[in-house]
């Protein structure tokens, strides 16, 4: 099995390679499987230099920022692969997170599959997104909550995050990739919802934490906007309603 | 791939029967989707299957595909697929004959009188699916109003206005245009529910409001008789003598035959829960089930 796992990342090179050793390290711990890890350089100020991301990095440079969905896409079209592990730079992978990843998709077939996030305190930043009918929408379920009382059983959902998301290749290229139309967020979600139409699982992995700072490259309070007006315009209507059993 | 057609998503119990049967099939695992005429997904009742339009399925559908349906007008467009067909019988309707009658068809029951319906017509026996009700239904032994009765007016309203008037010490609440969680907050707070539709196929709310804890007083009605047992889990009463049992059932000296009836039904419904039906979908899943949907 050919993983390519795809970081596009802006600045902060110090956190991308802590970000790269625990993608590094995760990959080493899985039997049988070539990797590589595609670097998308958009638009940093300096540049990333491929010798300072640590050997074996591919590097894809975008002198002018583009979206997220947008330097997903290139990194898989640069290395096409069995899989796609696309993973924010803040988030350090923990091995057994990207092992419990596999295994999720080896045994429910070609999809999506995320995985339980937590922030430096040990809340949970992500382990699954469900859906409301208002204007909430989409929601990280039990965000905030302490990882450790948050059952690990669910891991069939509708959408999960694109800060750590494993995909089945052949899945992502039927897909068509991520939308670029989404200036930033909500890529994530647009994509499982239409995996889910195809009939493709989305799923969770639960079994291990792994850390996610969350909005490190850009923490403008409404960042996600722009975005957000489109997934309603698209999805208004068009998702169930499963709600929020946290409460 | 399976698709289940589904002919809208206003308030039927069959559109939520429907998705809740498509769900709990994906989470065994098989590909999914549920159809409606335009795409739109059903807002009043929790589930998380995706949705696709009725033109965008009708595009995508192969010979391999499974098509799953419960309304038998849709037969004869299912049928022109060329994919093959599963019937999810929601209802006795003799327009189902000549799906029953169609070998091609898989034959699926929810209920006893629908599967005992079937065998007779088909001449075959059909995997006897079940039916669930959703959790929020199920008391949780918050107070009751003791004179409040909830009732759907949808269908035998004139049955509940005569009841009315019948027992004047009784508050009706009528329920309508609910989700399913309001539906469910007026049950629980309900001492008795009151079903009159008269010759329902299958009365999904007074299961559900047996689920929360009322005292289930019903018409008769062609389904669902398996639960609703005259004198043991509700009364079922004929439509011109609904006011005089539902008076009769509210006088202070019948306590305790209210109390054995909610009792006795709310047992019962432990029968109908999602868990019980989703471990009944994979033991069949294993067997006949599992070989008439699509895995790929």
Known sequence: MDLTVVIPSVGLAALLRTCIAHAQSALASVNEMTSAVVVVDNGSDPPYRAAALGSGIALVRFDLPRSFAKACNEAARHRPAARYLFLNNDVLLEPGTLIDMLSLLDNYGPGICGARLVLADDTVQHCGVRFDGGPRGPFHIHHGRPSSIVPRSPVRFQAVTGAAMLIDGAAFDRLGGFDEAYPFGYEDIDLCLRAGQLGMPVLCAQAHDTLHFESTSNRKPNRHAASRRLFFERWQGRFTIDGDTSQ | ?296
């Open chain 2, 1 to 296: 791939m399976n698709y289940y057609f589904l002919p809208g998503t206003g308030i039927h119990g069959g559109i939520k029967v429907g998705f809740q049967f498509a769900q709990m099939l994906a989470e065994h695992g098989a590909p999914m989707v549920v159809v409606t005429p335009d795409g739109r997904a059903p807002h009043w009742f929790d589930a998380a299957v995706a949705v696709i339009s009725r033109p965008a399925a009708l595009a995508a559908i192969r010979p391999s595909d499974v098509i799953l349906f419960s309304l038998p007008h849709d037969y004869a467009e299912i049928r022109s697929t060329g994919a093959r067909m599963i019937f999810h019988c929601q209802g006795t309707d003799p327009l189902i004959d000549p799906i029953l009658a169609d070998r091609d068809v898989a034959l699926l029951s929810c209920w006893e009188q629908a599967d005992s319906y079937m065998r007779e017509r088909s001449g075959r026996p059909p995997i006897a699916v079940g039916i669930a009700i959703s959790d929020c239904f199920i008391y949780d032994g918050r107070p009751k109003i003791a004179d409040q009765l909830a009732y759907m007016p949808r269908r035998g309203v004139e049955i509940a206005d005569a009841a009315r008037l019948a027992c004047p010490g009784l508050r009706f609440v009528a329920i309508a245009g609910a989700s399913e969680v309001e539906t469910a907050a007026a049950m629980q707070q309900s001492a008795y529910f009151l079903a009159t539709s008269v010759g329902e196929w299958l009365g999904l709310p007074a299961l559900e409001a047996m689920a929360a804890g009322c005292v289930v007083v019903s018409v008769p009605v062609l389904g669902g008789m398996e639960f609703l047992r005259d004198g043991e889990t509700a009364l079922v009463v004929p439509a011109d003598r609904i006011g005089g049992a539902l008076a009769d059932l509210a006088q202070p000296n019948a306590a305790s035959l209210r109390s054995r009836i909610r009792d006795n039904a709310a047992a019962i419904t432990h029968q109908y829960r999602l868990n019980k039906q989703f471990r009944r979908l994979k033991t069949l899943l294993g067997d006949t089930l599992g070989e008439a949907l699509s895995w790929t």
